[in-house]
C-alpha cells in the first residue's frame, strides 16, 4: 500500500454538515495531492500540497479546503457538504515531481 | 491547463488479443506520462510510465509509445489475460505547478 492510509473509508453525511477526510502517509513524501472520482470524469485534482503548509488548489477546488500542517497528514475539508460532492475521494503522496504517485484506498463519501 | 483526452472509453477484447488505448494532451510543457490500472473497487496503481525524451518503453507483455509533435501517447497490452480487466487512465505531467492530469479512463473487458 506504500504507507498511504485514508480514514475513513466510508462515510455518509447529511447536507450543509462539515466533513473532514483525512490522509496519512508514512514514506516522507514532499507531494501530497487530493482527487475526486466520479464515472465518466476520470480523477479530478481537487487540492494538492507541495510542502507543510504549501497547497494550492486544482481544477475542483469550490467547497473544499486543505490543510497541510505535518509532512505526514494531509486533510481536506467540506465545509458545508453538498450533494454534488458524493464522490470517491482518493488521497496520492509523490516524493519527486514527475515520478510515481501512490494512492491510498480511497474513501467513499455519501451526502444525502 | 492541460487537457487530456482518452480513447475508447469502453474496450472489449478476447483472451489472448492485442489491446490499444490512446491518449491526447494539450500542453507542450508535459513532459512525463503514466499509465495507471484500476481494478474494480481498488486504487489506481502505476503501471508504465514515460518521459518526453524517450519513444518507447516495454515492460514484459505492456508497451507505451509517445510522440511529442502530435502529442499523443498510447498503451499497448499484448497476449491480454482476464486479469488485465480493469480501468486504465493515462495523465500527463510537467515538473512544475499542478501535477498529474489524467484522462477520463478506459474501461478494458477481457473475454475468455
Known amino acids: 500500500d506504500a504507507g498511504i492510509t485514508q480514514s475513513p473509508r466510508h462515510k455518509v453525511t447529511e447536507t450543509g454538515t462539515p466533513v473532514t477526510l483525512r490522509c496519512h502517509q508514512t514514506?516522507?513524501?514532499?507531494?501530497m495531492y487530493w482527487y475526486r472520482q466520479d464515472p465518466g470524469h476520470g480523477l479530478r485534482l481537487i487540492h494538492y500540497?507541495?510542502?507543510?503548509?504549501?497547497?494550492d488548489k486544482g481544477e475542483v477546488s469550490d467547497g473544499y479546503s486543505v490543510s497541510r500542517s505535518k509532512t505526514e497528514d494531509f486533510l481536506l475539508t467540506l465545509e458545508s457538504a453538498t450533494s454534488s460532492q458524493t464522490s470517491v475521494y482518493f488521497c496520492?503522496?509523490?516524493?519527486?515531481?514527475?515520478?510515481?504517485?501512490?494512492f491510498g484506498q480511497g474513501t467513499r463519501l455519501t451526502v444525502v | 491547463g492541460e487537457n487530456v483526452e482518452q480513447h475508447p472509453s469502453t474496450l472489449s477484447v478476447q483472451e489472448g488479443d492485442s489491446a490499444v488505448i490512446k491518449c491526447t494532451y494539450s500542453?507542450?510543457?508535459?513532459?512525463?506520462f503514466p499509465w495507471y490500472k484500476q481494478e474494480l473497487g481498488k486504487r489506481p496503481q502505476l503501471i508504465i510510465d514515460?518521459?518526453?525524451?524517450?519513444g518507447e518503453k516495454k515492460d514484459q507483455r505492456i508497451a507505451v509509445t509517445l510522440n511529442k509533435t502530435a502529442k499523443h501517447f498510447s498503451l499497448h497490452i499484448t497476449e491480454t489475460q482476464p486479469e488485465d480487466s480493469a480501468v486504465y487512465f493515462c495523465?500527463?505531467?510537467?515538473?512544475?505547478?499542478?501535477?498529474?492530469?489524467f484522462g477520463p479512463g478506459t474501461r478494458l473487458s477481457v473475454l475468455p
Open positions: 514514506e516522507n513524501h514532499r507531494y
Open positions: 500542453d507542450s510543457a508535459s513532459n512525463y
Open positions: 495523465a500527463a505531467s510537467k515538473n512544475y505547478g499542478q501535477n498529474f492530469v
Open positions: 496520492a503522496a509523490q516524493g519527486q515531481m514527475n515520478t510515481e504517485a501512490f
Open positions: 514515460i518521459r518526453s525524451n524517450v
Open positions: 500540497s507541495y510542502g507543510v503548509k504549501d497547497t
